[in-house]
């Protein structure tokens, strides 16, 4: 009796204390209804946590990256990122600073007649100078699949069309002409590249048109630093990344002082290539692997 006297002492004091709790609580399932609403209420907490982790890449992204110089002359400054593998090249033309477009004809296509190059190693280029250049880059977009090629976009030195088809690809264009004082961006046409009077004008591909924009691959940008409103400027600069993506390259030629209208993409992935004093960035490919392909039109700056 003292026993059964107790159970029911503890049952009022379990039932005032915890009002909600029954029996049918503690013996009755859920309803079927409830475990759904629960269910949801789960799976909405898991998907903000999912979106806050997919976030943190792209703050990260938001934050500057460092650089430093680490080569000066009077006319040309050499920049190294130091978190990624990327070289920014400042050329000045107001202070005799100038670029040289090197080919090596091999032959004409009998159906197009253009043009065919030779393509040779940074290496083997640079051993045929008759002076030391600063750097070297690769020019212009090419078939990587045969041994002599035409290139794929139009090209026009002292005065004289070299190549001249730039619509074998549905993609975006502009053209860099480039005086002994200045250079200027213009858009794509052909009256523009026929109708170029200075040096070296050649087709590449502009940031209107976003192209394997997420792809971590190699990269080479031109830019004009502060163009003035005809876009022309006496400032170059030249991105040269082993690895890095579209919109994070991008963002960065803002930050030195370029615009969309005044940048050119040049040959990405494993054409990218850069000579410096005996260094070299071989970009990666689309397989993540660095390419050290040969290369038909190469670009040496001097001062």
């Given amino acids: 009796m003292k026993l059964f006297l107790r159970y029911i002492c503890l049952i009022s004091i379990v039932t005032f204390a915890f009002p909600t709790l029954t029996?049918?609580?503690?013996?009755?399932?859920p309803r079927l209804t409830e475990v759904i609403k629960t269910n949801e209420k789960l799976q909405k907490i898991q998907a903000r946590k999912l979106r806050?982790?997919?976030?943190e890449?792209?703050?990260?992204?938001?934050?500057?990256?460092?650089?430093?110089?680490?080569?000066?002359?009077?006319?040309?400054?050499?920049?190294?990122?130091?978190t990624i593998d990327m070289l920014v090249q400042e050329i000045n033309l107001s202070k005799w600073g100038y670029f040289q477009s090197l080919l090596n004809l091999g032959w004409y296509d009998e159906l197009t007649g253009e043009p065919l190059f030779q393509k040779n190693k940074l290496t083997e280029i640079v051993q045929t100078l008759d002076r030391k250049p600063f750097s070297l880059i690769n020019g212009q977009f090419f078939d990587p699949?045969?041994?002599?090629?035409?290139?794929?976009?139009?090209?026009?030195?002292?005065?004289?069309?070299?190549?001249?088809w730039a619509d074998n690809r549905d993609e975006s264009k502009n053209i860099l002409v480039i005086n002994k004082w200045w250079a200027q961006i213009l858009p794509y046409s052909w009256d523009n590249l026929r109708?170029?009077?200075?040096?070296?004008?050649?087709?590449?591909?502009?940031?209107?048109?976003?192209?394997?924009?997420s792809e971590?691959?190699?990269?080479?940008?031109?830019?004009?630093?502060?163009?003035d409103t005809s876009n022309k400027s006496s400032e170059v600069l030249i991105f040269t990344a082993k690895a890095i993506t579209e919109s994070v390259i991008e963002?960065?030629?803002?930050?030195?002082?370029?615009t969309r209208n005044s940048s050119s993409k040049l040959d990405s992935s494993g054409s990218t290539q850069l000579w410096v004093d005996g260094e070299f960035v071989y970009g990666n490919s689309h397989k993540w692997n660095p390419d050290?392909?040969?290369?038909p039109h190469t670009i040496a700056i001097y001062e």
Wanted: charged share 25%; hydrophobic share 40%.
């Fill in 57 to 82: 890449p792209v703050l990260l992204l938001e934050e500057k990256l460092s650089y430093r110089t680490v080569k000066s002359t009077s006319a040309i400054t050499l920049n190294r990122y130091d």
């Fill in 195 to 213: 109708d170029a009077e200075w040096y070296l004008a050649m087709v590449n591909l502009s940031l209107n048109k976003p192209k394997f924009s």
């Fill in 23 to 29: 029996f049918s609580n503690w013996l009755v399932p």
């Fill in 52 to 55: 806050v982790l997919k976030m």
């Fill in 292 to 295: 050290y392909r040969w290369i």
């Fill in 251 to 258: 963002k960065e030629l803002l930050r030195w002082w370029c």
């Fill in 145 to 164: 699949s045969k041994k002599i090629t035409p290139l794929s976009f139009g090209l026009k030195m002292d005065g004289v069309v070299r190549t001249a």
């Fill in 216 to 227: 971590n691959i190699g990269r080479t940008y031109i830019c004009l630093k502060n163009p």
